[in-house]
């Protein structure tokens, strides 16, 4: 598998190499384009790269002197999928595992490799919702390592005891400046009390190029010390890192799963509320007034929750998970019913293995509960919206991301197979721990291009 893994590489890189030598012309002949936005395909289209962005799409076939072109066979086209909230940094087992048993060294490796992975599964942009922070992007953008555009939070700002806290229960004083905490001397998670603390924390995560704020600004389940019914933060503070990320240009993501938590949220001006469980009708209004969106990790409507690692290996997460479910019961119902602007979110915590298979189950999941076209709009073209909230701060400027447009960059796949019908073809799965390995590459993404470079093409 290593040897396989490996070869792949030196391919990807040898096409890189050979395209960026010669005028950077791509022609898909005979697409079917899914374009992020539009629940059908579009048959038998000519979609042509030049650089690193999308110049034409037409159904009849343009003129191009040199250049390579790719034989599609009526396969669908699709924007290259973005992943709305994931932790790449956070890959050890459950929380406290980070901040007790692994060096910074060892999680940077790993999240090397869990980023390659996503890439290979046809996720070519990822916003990382806490923990990482901008060095795997650089090395990422310069061509050492295959993997997504990456949008990073830097380290989650929570007030202490919240679900930002990663200390032992004995650690006093944990506040980023002069920690004792790995996980805040590393900027992964910053405890950071009150409004002066919290715009310190938000300014020190802008200063190293990260692309927006996240706070905590609830409960969770996979953390030590907070309920999930906690309302972490005040109305203040959350204000406090908005006035920060909207002094550069950018938002603030926010984990919040009570109705009353949502609602602060929205009315401090977060631009995307995460989890968002307890959304309903007066959510949906407020979010549409404040021109807000959610995602969700739907694995928590997943019959299998309770055996995910992080929450299993602690029993007052174990504890929290039964309730939350239970509270959460009609969230698939108000999400059917409001169409809120939805990204998808799968939120991994874990090794590459456990990722590969969280995703697929996630995928599978939104499609079986929210539809296969709401799905893939959540996966393109509204995940593309909100990584742009970002707005002075992004990192890729040039084009919009997750649509297929004349102008947007050239990040697609060619997949084998109708995902609008069939979402296995992106890699759905019913199964989640059960599931067979697979690798990190689904064999029925035929092409995977990024920035107008081909990384994989198995036609
Ligand atoms: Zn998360």
Redesign the pocket.
Known sequence: MNSVRSKLSIVAVSCAFALSANANTVLFKNVNVFNGLDNKLYENQYVLVENNLIKTISSEQPDIKDGEVIEGNNMTLMPGMIEG???LL?NGGNLSDHENNRTVEELAARSTVNARAAFRSGFTTWRD??GLNTGLRKTIDSGMLEGPRLYTSGAFIGPTGSHADFSNLTTANQHFFGSSSSMARNSVSFNADGITEIKAAARQNFKQGNTQI?IMSSGGVASSFDPWQLNAMSSEEIGAAVEIAEAYGSYVMS?AYSKKAILRNLDAGVKTI??GFMFDGDIAKKMKEKGAYITT?MTAFSPYLTEIEAINSNPASKRKAETATKAFSKYIENVNKYQPKWGF?T?C?GNVVACIKQTDHTIYLAGKELGNFFTLKGLTSVNGEIVKLSGVMDPYPEGKLGVIEEGAYADLLLVDGNPLEDLTVIGANEKWFDAEERGHDIETIKVIMKDGVVYKNTL
């Open positions: 909230h994931g932790h956070l919702a806490g996240k984990h995460e989890h990790n979110h939120d915590v």
